[in-house]
C-alpha cells in the first residue's frame, strides 16, 4: 500500500481517518494545518492526500495551490475532506483536485474515503471526479453558506488593498498573504508562506526587524504602536506589526510601499535647498555687482584722464576686461537663481544642438557622438544665448565624465506633460520639448547626484571649473518654465533630460549693454539735473562722477524719503530719475509709484544688481523708461540715458 497524508485541524477526525486507513494496510501521515503538511511534504512524497478547507494557519484552499505548483507533487491525488466541499471547492478550481467528500456521519463518510482510495489505484491518480460525495448524508447548509460568504467578503477585500499583508504565527512563519505582499516582496505565494518573516529581509536588515518585533511585543496592551521603515532590496518599506490579541502569539504583519513617496520627499527636499542656495546665489550675485559696478566705474574715470601711451592706461583695461569676466560669472549666478537675463525668441532647437555639438565635436575627438534630432521638433520660444549655453554645458559635464574616450548620445523628441508625469516633477499641462544628453562615463553617487545643480559644487580638480556649469543649466531650465532630471549610478554613465515648454510666451528684453568705451567729447552740452537713488555708498559716490564727466548735474539719494524730499523741491530741474531697485525701507518699488503720483510722465532709469527679469520688467510695463543692470560701464550708462533723452526717447 501506498502513504496518504490526512490534514485536518480537527484531532477527532484525524484520528478516525487514521485509524480506518491503517486497518486497510495505508501508512498514514497527519497533519494539523496546512502549514505542517508543507513541512511534511518537505521530505515525505504521499500518493493521496486529504485535506479539509477550513484551518488555521494555511488554509485548505491556499494549500490546493501551493500543491499544485510544486513539481515534485503534481501527480498527487488530492482530495478535499470537508463540511463545506459544497460551498467552497470552486474558488479552488475543480481542474486542481481530483474528488471531494463532504464531511457527514463517520460510517457513510468512511466507505466514501476507502471508495476514493479504490478510485485512485485504478486511475493512476489522474481521475477527477465533477460532483460531490456524501452531500445525501448531511443536512441543509444554509448558515455554512452565510459564512463562507462573509469569508469571501473579507477575501476579496484583502486582497484588493495596496498595502501587503502577512499573518505570522507564534514561530515567526508566514501563514496568510495578499496579492500585495506578494507583489511588494517579488516573492510568490508558495514562497511566502511557510517561510521565516525574519528571512524575508537581508542580514543587515534582520537586527532592525527583529529589535522593532521586540517592541512590539513588549507594548502589548498599548493603543498604537508606530511603524518602522526597512530597507528591502531597492525599495524603502513602512513595516507595521499588529499583535492578534484573541489568539495567543499570531500578529498581522502591514508592509507599506513608500519608495516613491520617499523619492518625491527627497527631491522636495533638495528642491527647498535649491531654491534656499539660489536666494542665496542671487543676493550674493547682487552684492558683487554693485562691488563690480564701484570697480568698472573708477576704472573708466581713471581711463578718460590718461592718454592710451600712459604705462597704467593698459592694466585699467586689464582691470576692465575681468570685471566682465567677474560680471559673466555673477550672470551665471543669477541664471541659476533665475535672475538672469532672458531675450526671448523663436528657436529652432535641433539647429542650436547641431552647431553647438559641432563645435564640441572639434575639441574632443576621442568621444563617439550620436545626434538623433525630431525632424519634427516644435518652434521653441526662448533665449537662444541661454539655450546654447545649457547645451554646451551638458556636452562639457559628458566630455568631463569621459575623460579617455566614450560614447556621447543627444537626442530631441516632443513629448506632452503626461508623458513626463511620471517623473520627479509634475508638469503644468502642454507639450514640451526634450532634450536627452546620454554618455558612457563613470557615472555618479547619490550624494553627487543630489548635489550637482548647487552653485560652486563640483567634483573637478582645483582649477579645473567653477562648478557653475550644472549650476547655470538648472537656472536657464527654471527660467523657461521648463524641468531637469537625470539618472546616474556609478560605471553606467550619467542621462540628463531637460523638457522645455513649447511656445511659451515671455517679454523680450532690452539688447545687452555695449562693451565699455570712452564717451564721444563730439557730442553736444548736454542740460539738466539726474537724480540718483541707491543705497549704497560708494556707487552713489562713483556714479555721481561719471555723470558728472558726462556734464550732468547730479544730486545724490542714498534712499528713498530723501530721494522724494530731492524730488519735491527740484523737480522742474531734473530730467531724468537713475533709481536702484533694491534698498532697504523704502525700495525702488514704492518710490517709482510715489514719483509717478508727483509727475506721471516722470522719467526714470531702473538700475539693479539683478537683472530686468522680475521687478524691474513690471515696472517698464507701467511705465519706468528703462533698465541698466549692474556693473554697468560709462559708455553703456551714456547711451541708456541718450536713449531716454532724446527727441522721442522714453
Request: glycine residues 8%; charged residues 25%; proline residues 4%.
Amino acid at each position: 500500500m501506498f502513504e496518504v497524508l490526512v490534514i485536518d485541524n480537527h484531532p477527532l477526525i484525524r484520528d478516525y481517518v487514521s485509524t480506518l486507513l491503517g486497518k486497510e494496510g495505508y501508512s498514514v501521515l497527519l497533519a494539523e494545518d496546512g502549514l505542517a503538511a508543507l513541512d511534511l511534504l518537505k521530505r515525505s512524497k504521499p500518493k493521496v492526500i486529504f485535506v479539509d478547507l477550513i484551518m488555521p494557519n494555511i488554509d485548505g484552499q491556499t494549500f490546493c495551490r501551493i500543491l499544485r505548483r510544486m513539481p515534485e507533487h503534481k501527480d498527487c491525488f488530492l482530495v478535499i475532506l470537508s463540511a463545506t466541499a459544497a460551498e467552497s471547492v470552486h474558488p479552488i478550481g475543480r481542474d486542481k483536485v481530483n474528488a471531494c467528500i463532504a464531511k457527514g456521519p463517520f460510517k457513510q463518510m468512511g466507505t466514501h474515503i476507502l471508495d476514493v482510495l479504490e478510485l485512485a489505484q485504478q486511475s493512476d491518480f489522474k481521475a477527477v471526479e465533477t460532483g460531490v460525495r456524501g452531500l445525501e448524508d448531511i443536512h441543509a447548509r444554509e448558515i455554512t453558506k452565510e459564512l463562507l460568504l462573509l469569508k469571501h467578503h473579507f477575501e476579496v477585500v484583502l486582497a484588493s488593498m495596496s498595502e501587503g499583508i502577512l499573518e505570522i504565527n507564534g514561530e515567526g512563519r508566514i501563514v496568510y498573504t495578499n496579492a500585495a505582499a506578494m507583489e511588494i516582496t517579488e516573492m510568490p505565494e508558495e514562497r511566502l508562506l511557510s517561510s521565516r518573516f525574519l528571512e524575508l529581509f537581508a542580514e543587515d536588515a534582520r537586527s532592525a526587524v527583529a529589535s522593532y518585533l521586540k517592541e512590539v511585543r513588549e507594548s502589548v496592551g498599548s493603543p498604537s504602536f508606530a511603524g518602522t521603515e526597512i530597507k528591502f532590496g531597492d525599495k524603502e518599506l513602512e513595516l507595521r506589526v499588529y499583535p492578534i490579541h484573541d489568539d495567543g502569539e499570531k500578529s498581522i504583519a502591514l508592509l507599506m510601499d513608500i519608495t516613491e513617496r520617499r523619492r518625491f520627499e527627497d527631491q522636495l527636499r533638495r528642491s527647498q535647498r535649491l531654491e534656499s542656495i539660489g536666494t542665496l546665489a542671487a543676493g550674493v550675485a547682487h552684492d558683487f555687482n554693485n562691488l563690480l559696478t564701484v570697480i568698472q566705474g573708477n576704472a573708466d574715470i581713471m581711463s578718460m584722464d590718461l592718454q592710451q601711451t600712459h604705462p597704467h592706461f593698459e592694466r585699467l583695461q586689464e582691470v576692465l576686461r575681468q570685471v566682465q569676466s567677474a560680471k559673466r560669472l555673477t550672470g551665471q549666478l543669477l541664471g541659476y537663481a533665475r535672475k538672469g537675463r532672458f531675450e526671448f525668441s523663436l528657436l529652432d532647437l535641433n539647429q542650436i544642438i547641431r552647431e553647438t555639438v559641432e563645435t564640441f565635436g572639434r575639441t574632443r575627438k576621442e568621444i563617439s557622438i550620436h545626434v538623433e534630432l525630431d525632424p519634427e521638433l516644435e518652434v521653441f520660444e526662448g533665449d537662444a544665448g541661454q539655450i546654447e549655453q545649457l547645451v554646451l554645458n551638458l556636452l562639457l559635464n559628458a566630455g568631463d565624465a569621459m575623460p579617455g574616450q566614450g560614447n556621447l548620445d543627444i537626442q530631441t523628441r516632443n513629448v506632452s506633460h503626461e508623458e513626463i508625469s511620471g517623473s520627479i516633477f509634475t508638469p503644468k499641462e502642454g507639450p514640451y520639448a526634450m532634450i536627452a544628453v546620454h554618455d558612457t562615463g563613470i557615472g555618479m553617487d547619490q550624494e553627487t547626484r543630489e548635489r550637482i545643480f548647487e552653485p560652486f559644487f563640483t567634483t573637478k580638480q582645483m582649477g579645473r571649473g567653477t562648478g557653475l556649469g550644472l549650476a547655470s543649466v538648472y537656472g536657464a531650465v527654471k527660467g523657461h518654465g521648463g524641468y531637469v532630471d537625470v539618472e546616474s549610478e556609478i560605471g553606467k554613465g550619467t542621462t540628463f533630460r531637460i523638457y522645455l515648454p513649447i511656445k511659451r510666451s515671455a517679454s523680450v528684453e532690452t539688447p545687452v549693454e555695449s562693451e565699455q568705451d570712452r564717451p564721444d567729447s563730439s557730442q553736444p552740452q548736454r542740460r539738466g539735473t539726474i537724480l540718483l537713488v541707491d543705497d549704497e555708498q560708494a556707487v552713489l559716490k562713483v556714479a555721481t562722477e561719471i555723470l558728472r564727466k558726462l556734464r550732468f548735474n547730479v544730486l545724490a539719494a542714498e534712499n528713498g524719503s530723501k530721494a522724494l524730499r530731492l524730488y519735491r523741491k527740484n523737480r522742474k530741474q531734473i530730467v531724468l530719475v537713475i533709481l536702484d531697485i533694491v534698498m532697504p525701507g523704502m525700495g525702488g518699488s514704492e518710490v517709482f509709484r510715489e514719483l509717478r503720483n508727483l509727475v506721471p510722465e516722470v522719467k526714470v532709469l531702473l538700475c539693479s544688481g539683478y537683472s530686468i527679469q522680475g521687478e524691474a520688467d513690471r515696472l517698464i510695463g507701467i511705465g519706468a523708461s528703462g533698465f541698466i543692470q549692474k556693473p554697468f560701464s560709462l559708455r553703456s550708462l551714456e547711451q541708456s540715458i541718450d536713449d531716454i533723452l532724446q527727441p522721442g526717447g522714453s
